[in-house]
């Protein structure tokens, strides 16, 4: 199975930026989506980024223009850099991937606080 790995996330002041990195611990051969999902304190998980396997992105509309999404397919990485940060940001920040013919996996999260 796969295993995802995410890092970079921490604490950053409102309108600063943090970039997360996500790392699958075995090459994928098959085409594959990777995206990052957010859950904050008394929220329901929601949809931040994705991108498909030909480069197509989408965003939440939360975070348009803040955020952008990319992957280094030889890595086997999913990147989201994030700039001007909110406060309202703040959330577990979870990885995920979408193999085809196989399903769905999830890393198990990277927290990111924004606070001045």
């Known amino acids: 199975q796969v295993q995802l790995v995410e890092s970079g996330g921490g604490l950053v002041q409102p309108g600063g930026s943090l970039r997360l990195s996500c790392a699958a611990s075995?090459?994928?051969?098959?085409?594959?989506?990777m995206g990052w999902s957010r859950q904050g304190p008394g929220k329901e998980r929601e949809s931040v980024a994705s991108i498909d396997s030909d480069g197509a992105t989408s965003y939440g509309d939360s975070v348009k223009g803040r955020f952008t999404i990319s992957r280094d397919n030889a890595k086997n990485t999913v990147y989201l850099q994030m700039n001007s940060l909110k406060p309202e940001d703040t959330a577990m920040y979870y990885c995920?991937?979408?193999?085809?013919?196989?399903?769905?996996?999830w890393g198990q999260g990277t927290q990111v606080t924004v606070s001045s």
């Open positions: 995920r991937t979408f193999v085809i013919n196989i399903g769905y996996f």
């Open positions: 075995a090459i994928i051969s098959s085409p594959y989506s």
